[in-house]
């Protein structure tokens, strides 16, 4: 069965970097595009970027410039370097691909960014 597994979150100060990942079994990896997506308590869930299977990659404005989103298909896990980071990216961040009809979330990973 599909399974995304995302990791990497954690408390960090304005400015800071954190490398979030998210290993991924069930399918075809290599073939798929994943994304990356993010919820604050009381917002819809807002997407971050995503990564197409040959690589080609694009951002919401919000984080572009500061995130990077990459892929790694001999090991099926997705990335998503971030850099800068500031407040207002404070949330957690889930991992997604679209197969078969179906949207597949990972449970997600807590970013916090204070002070």
């Known amino acids: 069965q599909v399974q995304l597994v995302d990791s990497g979150g954690g408390l960090v100060q304005p400015g800071a970097s954190l490398k979030l990942s998210c290993a991924a079994s069930?399918?075809?990896?290599?073939?798929?595009?994943m994304k990356w997506y993010r919820q604050t308590p009381g917002k819809e869930r807002e997407w971050v970027a995503t990564?197409?299977?040959?690589?080609?990659?694009n951002y919401a404005d919000s984080v572009k410039g500061r995130f990077t989103i990459s892929r790694d298909d001999f090991r099926n896990t997705m990335y998503l370097q971030m850099n800068n980071l500031k407040p207002d990216d404070t949330a957690v961040y889930y991992c997604n691909v679209f197969l078969a009809g179906l949207d597949y979330w990972g449970k997600g990973t807590l970013v916090t960014v204070s002070l």
């Open positions: 069930g399918f075809a990896f290599s073939s798929y595009a």
């Open positions: 990564i197409f299977a040959l690589g080609h990659s």
